[in-house]
T-cell receptor
């Protein structure tokens, strides 16, 4: 079993829809990252969370430490949101290394 | 806004050759990392570096790999004798970690390594 599981693996939406991507992890963590990877391959950090909720523009990230679960929401989705969204965790006992999920491929159609 | 840069963006090499991938971390950052992503797979941790020495490495980071901070700005990953399975996207990251807290890692755009 992977330490970090994301769902769904693939998601297709129509422009304007509300998107939710989920991340579950099996280890104790001190931080969780949501990252965005575009087709060219570059990775952009969206959020780092250790508790609660963060919002940036149309993106919202939440985390429930007790349930070992985080969600990334995109409101009013747009075709430019099409990318792979990756959840990565820093374990409590894993030094500084991040452990990554497989990613969720999001496609937003106009 | 400061960013992590990597060169080259794409490197093609023959099996058995040495390659050096270069990174310039964000200037006031103290921790440096290398990750790799084989095509179609998830990103994997290779190594972290702090205070001019390796602070942590994964099982992937064997004797074929080495890292160095040769001057005050560059951070390099060397693969001594490349194998076909080293073909991947290699990402450098940096963070401004203090002694007692973990801070966000910022990623470079990646170097795509192709071993023929």
């Amino acid at each position: 079993k992977n330490e970090v599981e994301q769902s769904p693996q693939n998601l297709t939406a129509q422009e304007g829809e509300f998107i939710t991507i989920n991340c579950s992890y099996s280890v104790g963590i001190s931080a969780l990252h949501w990252l965005q990877q575009h087709p060219g391959g570059g990775i952009v950090s969206l959020f780092m969370l250790s508790s609660g909720k963060k919002k940036h523009g149309r993106l919202i990230a939440t985390i429930n430490i007790q349930e070992k679960h985080s969600s990334l929401h995109i409101t009013a989705s747009h075709p430019r949101d099409s990318a792979v969204y990756i959840c990565a965790v820093k374990g409590e006992t894993s030094g500084s290394r991040l452990t990554f999920g497989e990613g969720t491929q999001l496609t937003v159609n106009p | 806004e400061p960013e992590v840069t990597q060169t080259p963006s794409h490197q093609v090499t023959q099996m058995g050759q040495e390659v050096i991938l270069r990174c310039v971390p964000i200037s006031n950052h103290l921790y440096f990392y290398w990750y790799r992503q084989i095509l179609g797979q998830k990103v994997e941790f290779l190594v972290s570096f702090y205070n001019n020495e390796i602070s942590e490495k994964s099982e992937i980071f064997d004797d074929q790999f080495s890292v160095e901070r040769p001057d005050g700005s560059n951070f390099t990953l060397k693969i001594r004798s490349t194998k076909l399975e080293d073909s991947a996207m290699y990402f450098c990251a940096s963070s401004h970690r203090t002694y007692s807290s973990y801070n966000e890692q910022f990623f470079g755009p990646g170097t795509r390594l192709t071993v023929l």
